[in-house]
């Protein structure tokens, strides 16, 4: 018993052990904590927006345009409405597009307000500036051409359109398997 009571503790030693750190977190639990420690009430501001205007073009692009086809495909079944949903794909495209080409006119003149605020200060950072510019006037001319594609059915955009126009296919075919194989096991 000796070896245990030295490993271990005697009892009373546990319990005045036990009884120091409920004591302990009493005072923990009473405590208040200022909630402006933890939550800041803006969020935060992304330091590069060009990853932001990619994004936006990115999240259009990836969208399951072959499910929604074969969806709309399968209940609606005309060519009037696959033409009315290419339209709108078209058009929110072009939204899209203009939304992107603003966000990065605005990137720009913010960047082209800092080259003027250290003009003369360091060569190297106005140089930087300078090509992140050039770069940005790039994306803008890509960005207008692509708006000009979509209005003839062509680039970026043409790709959820032919994706969508497949699945509508899809979903059509879907549809006339579905009622040739119950209507044939309908009871006249």
């Excluded at 936006?56 to 074969?70: H, K, S, T, Y």
Aim: hydrophobic share 35%; charged share 25%; with cysteine.
């Amino acid at each position: 018993m000796n070896i245990f009571t030295r490993l271990f503790g005697s009892k009373t030693n546990l319990n005045s052990q036990a009884q120091g750190i409920t004591a302990a977190n009493a005072e923990v639990t009473t405590a208040v904590i200022p909630e402006n420690l933890f939550v800041e009430a803006t969020a935060p501001e992304s330091p590069n927006s060009s990853v932001e205007a990619k994004s936006i073009v990115n999240d259009f692009l990836d969208q399951d345009f072959i499910g929604a086809g074969a969806r709309d495909g399968f209940n609606f079944h005309s060519t009037e409405f696959l033409e009315s949903k290419k339209k709108e794909i078209k058009s929110r495209f072009s939204f899209m597009i203009d939304q992107a080409i603003l966000d990065k006119r605005q990137s720009r003149l913010q960047l082209e307000n800092f080259l003027v605020e250290i003009g003369g200060i360091s060569e190297e950072t106005e140089d930087k500036l300078s090509n992140t510019i050039r770069e940005m006037d790039h994306t803008l001319d890509t960005l207008r051409q692509q708006k000009e594609l979509a209005s003839m059915d062509e680039g970026w955009v043409m790709s959820c359109l032919r994706k969508y126009h497949t699945g509508f296919a899809q979903g059509m075919r879907d549809y006339v398997e579905s009622e040739s194989l119950f209507g044939s096991t309908k009871i006249l």
